[in-house]
């Protein structure tokens, strides 16, 4: 294993997507002095990927005008099953080939720096919880709304991993049993409801019903580079079939939000991700009375449900936290 | 607060129900030599419920030929939301006028006796997990089928109460949005899909929509005193009708495992409570292999579901455990 310099001021969190890395550089404050971003292109190997995430750690550092004796350590999220003991990516179903990856041992080994590594929602529901809450609540639920729906768990001031190290999968939490299907071959996952994926598929199978929709004047009729953004800018300029849809996917988020408070009775639950930071002034009410409203008495009493100031920053600051407190 | 006789062999465990109090009388080596069992009649008050507790425990002393003297501590399962440190019941929904009630400094009076209160689904999967599971597994969710659905968690080897000590709270998970009215006002709560009032009110459906069973055979028309037992008997004697109706019970009870193995990824689910322990043979393997369907790739491996083998002792058994730790 790389030793830690323990004069280094600077560490790294970095945020492993399968769509995109993104590094930062944070200081002994916590605060991010900078960040670089590069596709991640799965299909082009794990040691690629590997090798870009060296490329960008690289670069951040590069653009940061600081030198790699500067960091500390760095903190990897990495999607799907991760074992932080063994410094593993023990599985990635959206990342080909990604099993069983010593990524710890392979990225220590290119950039010469202690890496740790944690799943990605674990991450970024860790960042959260010390940056956002000041490490204050002894148990959080992070629910991260965007292509997908994760989840993280802090229990007893700890992240919670479970037994496979797989805690924390709360998009395939069936809600609605006869509901639309799911990528993982279910019907009704939380994730099929609500996640940015669920929320477009039935903003196109609307206006192929013929509903009317300022997307379509915004975007072409194929809606070519739909975003989040773009759903609140219609909401916005008055797009009642939009405004129905978003608010549709929010009571499905209160609901599994209640669910979650029924089941693990947390002192704060936190919400997060593409989806909530581009819509959190339209989702943000259905999702907390909602929640309100399906939690079992008793159970909401002084129960905080927040969205997260972080957006997608979360995952490269919990990257960093890990970082740091390894390394203390 | 009452002290402990340290020298003192027994302890004594009790099941505190909206129907029936179970008192059972414990050995030092966690044996179960006698109970005793009244009803509760929660509609004469709080202070005849406690009186009737005393009484429950009293009488199961005298029928094993000891005296209180000889016994150490008295740990009890409570319905709903309780406070371990403070030793009250915070409220009990299925029990009128149970409002931050000082259960434990009320029976210390009556009683002579050092008493701990735990939540009654809580204290069963600590029985469970000490007596059966031999505290070997690091996380271990419990769900009890019976009139209600309820559950309790060791996490990390520790029973996990939550911020307001509801956690567990597994009944009212929503699993069908658009499913059945709950008693909770919601619908399709895991409770309202495969409780034992779930299941009996399908069957009296189904009767009235003309479907042929033996139940009505065996019971008269109006199923007058039906229980868990005599739905086995049908399906045993080739009821198709009860059959069906219990599969679907089970294919949901494995839903419900799946979600929570998904959100928490224990390595052992234990499932309890009356209709598990009538029906475990036609249940659990549907049970198992619905949820191994709906779980997460990954995150079964090396799970075990099983059925407790405790059935109604589950309580008590927990409750000689918390006693026997809190003295020890």
Known sequence: MAEANSKAEFVIGVDLGGTKILSGIFNGSLECIGTTKVST???????????????????????????LKQIAAVGV???GAVDFGAGSVI???????????????????????????????????????????KSKPRSVVGIF??????????????????????????????????????????????????????????IKAGIKDGEKTLLTEMLGDDLGDLRSGDLRKAIRRGDKFVDGIIARAAEYI?????????????????????????????MMSVIVETARDYAMPGTMKGVEIVASKLGDNAGI???????????R
Request: with cysteine; aromatic share 4%; charged share 20%.
């Open 145 to 202: 709304v965007g292509t997908g729906i994760g989840g993280g768990l802090i229990l007893n001031g700890e992240l919670f991993g479970g037994y496979n190290h797989t805690a924390g999968e709360i998009g395939h939490m069936v809600v609605d049993v006869n509901g639309p299907k799911c990528g993982c071959g279910n019907k009704g996952c939380f994730e099929a409801l609500a996640s940015r994926t669920a929320i477009f598929q039935q």
């Open 254 to 282: 209160g609901i599994a939000t209640a669910n979650l408070v029924n089941i693990l009775n947390p002192e704060v639950v936190v919400l997060g991700g593409g989806v909530i930071e581009a819509l959190a002034e339209e």
């Open 91 to 133: 599985f990635a179903p959206n990342m080909e080939g990604w099993k069983d990856v010593p990524l710890k041992k392979e990225l220590e080994k290119h950039l010469g720096l202690p890496v740790f590594i944690e799943n990605d929602c674990n991450i970024a529901v860790l960042g959260v919880y010390v940056s956002e809450l």
């Open 317 to 327: 600051t919990g990257g960093a936290v890990l970082a740091r407190r390894e390394t």
């Open 77 to 79: 999220g990495a999607p």
């Open 41 to 67: 292109k799965p299909q082009r190997g794990v040691d690629a990927v590997i090798e870009r995430i060296e490329r960008c750690v690289r670069d951040a550092v590069d653009e940061a005008d600081l030198s």
